[in-house]
C-alpha cells in the first residue's frame, strides 16, 4: 500500500531562556502543524502553506535549507515529513477551518525542547531528536 505524505514544520523561536518549539494539541494529541501533500505540491510548499493555515505564522526562515526528516509510517501508512523553520513570530492564531468550521486545534504552546520531548507522542522523538541535533550543531 503507498504510504500518505503529510508534510510540516517544527517552528522555533530564539528566546533568552534558549530555543523554544511550537507544538499545537488537537484533542489529547500534541504535534507540529503539518497537512497532507496535495496532488503536484512539492513538500516544503505544503510544510510551509499547513504553517499558515493552523498557525497563522508567516514569517519563517528555513536557516537549514529544505533538509527535513520523516516519521516511520504510523497509523497505517502515513509518513509525515518535517522542516525545520525560524521565525520571530510570539503570537498564534488558530484559525477557523473551512473543513472543520472551527480550528483545527485546541490549543498552542511554545515549549523547550525538553518539555517538548514530554507532551509529543513516541513516533516524534527521532524527529525531535534530529531538530535538537540541528540546532545544537548551529550554535
Known amino acids: ?18 530555543w523554544r518549539v511550537l507544538i499545537l494539541r488537537a484533542y489529547k ?3 507540529f502543524p ?20 493552523e498557525t497563522g505564522l508567516s514569517e519563517l526562515e528555513f536557516s537549514f535549507g529544505d533538509v527535513y526528516r520523516e516519521t516511520l509510517p504510523y497509523a497505517g501508512s502515513k509518513v509525515a515529513r518535517y522542516y525545520l523553520a525560524e ?3 510570539e503570537s ?3 484559525p477557523i477551518s473551512h473543513e472543520l468550521g472551527r480550528p483545527e486545534h485546541h490549543e498552542w504552546r511554545w515549549v523547550s525542547l525538553e518539555e517538548a ?23
Open 1 to 18: 500500500m503507498a504510504s500518505v505524505l503529510s508534510a510540516g514544520v517544527i517552528p522555533i523561536r530564539r528566546t533568552r531562556d534558549g
Open 29 to 31: 494529541n500534541w504535534d
Open 34 to 53: 503539518k497537512g497532507r501533500v496535495e496532488a503536484g505540491e512539492d513538500p516544503i510548499d505544503a510544510a510551509k502553506r499547513e504553517a499558515t493555515e
Open 87 to 89: 521565525t520571530n513570530e
Open 92 to 94: 498564534i492564531r488558530l
Open 117 to 139: 520531548e514530554d507532551l509529543l507522542p513516541p513516533r516524534l522523538s527521532l524527529i525531535l531528536e534530529w531538530a535538537r541535533n540541528l540546532l545544537e550543531r548551529d550554535g
